[in-house]
């Protein structure tokens, strides 16, 4: 469920979404550095949704590419909740952060394929990301779901789904399906090589 790319088949009424296997840690390298920040730069791409002293989680986080800019924007007195399936994943992404003096912001966090096991966070989230890793997901009805119930009242959750693996159509049933569950769009930024929507509760 949660981790960056794969090719899956799922059908959700107009909608096919790809999901065959999980993203292998050893490929994260190949986009999860350094220079992708020319054209995905975290601070740029959330400060609008995300202030100091925020808490926010990074699903699917990978090797921690997003976890980083996200820690700097809440600060000390903030959180960031990073989460994957994949164990050597968080062990990268805790690497990552100690290098940049962050670690102390920033918990991980192992999920399961089918349960981000968040429970103790519901309700306590200004912003929930999930980045290239949606067509992954065996059951987005009930994953949209946990991600809602970990958000605060005015909370978003920042989606963007990679344009090579998610078609236009796709990505609007994914979101006419958080629709259903009680999600509206609140922005359409913006991101490189994506589809973007910022999603908040109705």
Request: aromatic residues 8%.
């Amino acid at each position: 469920m949660i981790t960056r790319r794969g090719t899956c088949r799922r059908q959700h009424k107009d909608m096919t979404v790809a999901h065959e296997h999980v993203c292998p840690w050893w490929i994260t390298w190949t986009f999860d550095n350094p220079v992708r920040r020319l054209f995905h730069n975290p601070e740029k791409m959330f400060g609008p949704y995300l202030d100091q002293g925020g808490r926010a989680a990074d699903i699917g986080c990978g090797m921690g590419f997003f976890t980083l800019g996200l820690a700097r924007l809440v600060g000390d007195s903030g959180r960031v909740y990073s989460m994957d399936l994949q164990e050597k994943m968080l062990a990268g992404t805790q690497r990552r952060t100690r290098r940049a003096g962050l670690s102390g912001r920033v918990e991980t966090r192992q999920v399961a394929s089918d349960d981000l096991r968040a429970q103790d966070l519901a309700g306590s989230l200004d912003m929930a990301l999930s980045f290239w890793m949606l067509h992954e997901v065996p059951d987005q009805d009930r994953f949209l779901l946990q991600v809602k119930e970990l958000l605060k009242p005015k909370g978003v959750f920042y989606l963007a789904e990679p344009r090579g693996h998610v078609s236009a159509r796709g990505f609007e049933s994914s979101l006419a399906m958080a629709g259903e569950i009680g999600f509206e769009i609140k922005d359409r930024p913006r991101v490189s090589m994506s589809r973007g929507a910022v999603l908040g509760l109705k």
